[in-house]
């Protein structure tokens, strides 16, 4: 398999890996909140939804397992992986999700003291921010380069 | 990284060897995706891969590479 195959199917599944994923924490963090009656049927469709995104979430991470294992087994396929570019794309998404987890945290901290959040709402909130920055600036940067033979 | 002091040619290079951006990756062993940000000036090659694309295109690095004026 070529490297732009691989990379186009990484990027597919990572896409839906962090759809999964906003969806899930998403419904985790909407019952901090208490906005949904208990027992009343959105907040059965919500609990369902987040369920059923989090064994999606768990698939997609074994995909991406399995993608990465066939990375390392293939010598050209993980030369290619550790290219100029794929290290770029990384360094700069760190570097991303970085300040995304440092501007997060600092907003939600004034944030919670204003209005009252509990630190385990907080501790989501910024992992969801910095995950979310990290995945979604790497996506961005890998899809960006197109061909023009 | 970018670096607006380096020019390449590598674009005219390939295109002279009539290969693709997929085919040239293939033989230096990287992204096509370097080879686009490469050729676009959006990134700055590492000497290993400067050699590699040399040594592919069978020209000396530097006439892949130079500094502009």
Redesign the interface.
């Known amino acids: 398999m070529?490297?732009?195959l691989m990379?186009k199917r990484m990027s597919k599944t990572t896409l839906w890996y962090v759809i999964t994923w906003n969806i899930w924490f998403g419904a985790l963090i909407l019952e901090q909140f208490d906005i949904l009656p208990q027992n009343s049927p959105l907040a059965i469709a919500a609990d369902v939804i987040g369920f059923a995104a989090a064994i999606s979430w768990f698939a997609l991470l074994f995909r991406l397992s399995a993608m990465g294992r066939q990375v390392q087994k293939d010598a050209?396929l993980r030369?290619?992986?550790h290219?100029?570019?794929?290290d770029?794309a990384k360094r700069k998404a760190g570097r991303i999700g970085y300040f995304g987890a440092l501007f997060s945290a600092a907003a939600l901290a004034v944030l919670s003291d204003i209005a009252g959040l509990s630190g385990l709402l907080v501790a989501e909130l910024v992992i969801l921010a910095s995950v979310n920055a990290y995945l979604v600036s790497w996506l961005v940067f890998?899809g960006r380069?197109?061909?023009?033979? | 990284m970018t670096d607006p002091a380096l020019g390449n040619r590598l674009k005219v290079l390939r295109a002279e060897r009539d290969l693709t951006q997929e085919a040239l990756a293939e033989a230096v062993g990287v992204t096509r995706k370097s080879i686009n940000a490469i050729e676009k000036k959006r990134m700055v090659p590492s000497v290993v891969t400067a050699l590699k694309l040399a040594s592919v295109l069978g020209v000396p690095v530097e006439e892949i590479f130079s500094l502009a004026d």
Not at chain 1, 145 to 149: L, S, V
Request: aromatic fraction near 10%; hydrophobic fraction near 40%; proline fraction near 0%.
């Open positions: 070529s490297s732009t990379i050209k030369s290619a992986f290219d100029d570019f794929m770029l890998i380069e197109d061909a023009d033979d």
